[in-house]
């Protein structure tokens, strides 16, 4: 295996030195900074918004919405120890670690969550999960109404299918759709031969019968 393999098999769940150099390579890499910064500009946060990233890698975008959240919550979700107390370290850095809560688990720590969010997304999280259907199930029931739901995939390698991100968005809305979601719109934030398409959808406000 060479040294890029074992680094790119690392963007799945980093661990350990070459998780680390992973971690790194996310933070500073161009085509992830603006992934991270046209995504949260999609969201339109608010002050008071509550927000949950599932997968917040070394905390880019995290970051970025506590700038905009100042009496809201924001919540950052990674499975990597590595990737927890690399984002923990940039928000220290910013002087940001009272304002957020950074966490290892994935969307399983959304049982039992007292607390609904009205933004949940991730960034090339999605092609990890196995069940993509129970995802965004989860993700619906930890909305609240009219909350809204972010999802970006880019293909990471050059020599990726540049078709890879469309037939992942069709996916993404099919699942969306099936889970309930409304509003399905999806938008390339990313041009170029391996783009970045962003699908968000939105969780309607049940009309009750009288």
Same mark, same amino acid.
């Not at 049982?111 to 069940?131: A, C, E, H, K």
């Given at each position: 295996? @060479?040294?890029? @393999?074992?680094? *790119?098999? =690392?963007?799945?769940?980093?661990?350990?030195? #070459?998780?680390?150099?992973?971690?790194?390579?996310?933070?500073?890499?161009?085509?992830?900074?603006?992934?991270?910064?046209?995504?949260?500009? +999609?969201?339109? &946060? !608010? $002050?008071?918004?509550?927000?949950?990233?599932?997968?917040?890698?070394?905390?880019?975008? *995290?970051?970025? /919405?506590?700038? !905009?959240?100042?009496?809201?919550?924001? #919540?950052?979700?990674?499975?990597?120890?590595?990737?927890?107390?690399?984002?923990?370290?940039?928000?220290?850095?910013?002087?940001?670690?009272?304002?957020?809560? +950074? %966490?290892?688990?994935?969307?399983?720590? +959304?049982?039992?969550?007292?607390?609904?969010?009205?933004?949940?997304?991730?960034?090339?999280?999605?092609?990890?999960?196995?069940?993509?259907?129970?995802?965004?199930?989860?993700?619906?029931?930890?909305?609240?109404?009219?909350?809204? /739901?972010?999802?970006?995939?880019? $293909?990471?390698?050059?020599?990726?299918?540049?078709?890879?991100?469309?037939?992942?968005?069709?996916?993404?809305?099919? &699942? %969306? =759709?099936?889970?309930?979601?409304?509003?399905?719109?999806?938008?390339?934030?990313?041009?170029?031969?391996? $783009?970045?398409?962003?699908?968000?959808?939105?969780? #309607?406000?049940?009309?009750?019968? @009288?």
């Amino acid at each position: 295996m @060479t040294v890029k @393999t074992a680094i *790119v098999r =690392q963007f799945g769940k980093p661990s350990g030195i #070459v998780g680390k150099v992973a971690g790194h390579i996310m933070a500073r890499r161009s085509s992830n900074r603006i992934r991270n910064q046209k995504t949260v500009e +999609l969201m339109k &946060l !608010q $002050p008071d918004s509550r927000v949950l990233e599932v997968g917040c890698g070394p905390g880019l975008a *995290v970051t970025d /919405c506590v700038r !905009q959240v100042s009496d809201g919550n924001v #919540v950052g979700l990674d499975h990597s120890h590595v990737m927890i107390a690399q984002a923990r370290n940039r928000v220290s850095k910013a002087g940001m670690a009272p304002k957020v809560s +950074l %966490m290892v688990g994935g969307i399983e720590k +959304l049982d039992g969550w007292t607390m609904f969010f009205d933004r949940i997304y991730s960034l090339n999280v999605i092609q990890f999960i196995p069940d993509k259907a129970d995802y965004f199930r989860a993700v619906y029931n930890a909305l609240d109404n009219n909350g809204m /739901c972010f999802t970006t995939y880019q $293909p990471r390698m050059d020599n990726d299918d540049p078709n890879g991100a469309a037939a992942m968005a069709d996916e993404i809305a099919s &699942l %969306m =759709q099936s889970s309930g979601f409304q509003k399905i719109e999806r938008v390339e934030i990313v041009a170029g031969p391996t $783009p970045a398409i962003c699908v968000s959808g939105v969780k #309607v406000a049940e009309v009750l019968s @009288t």
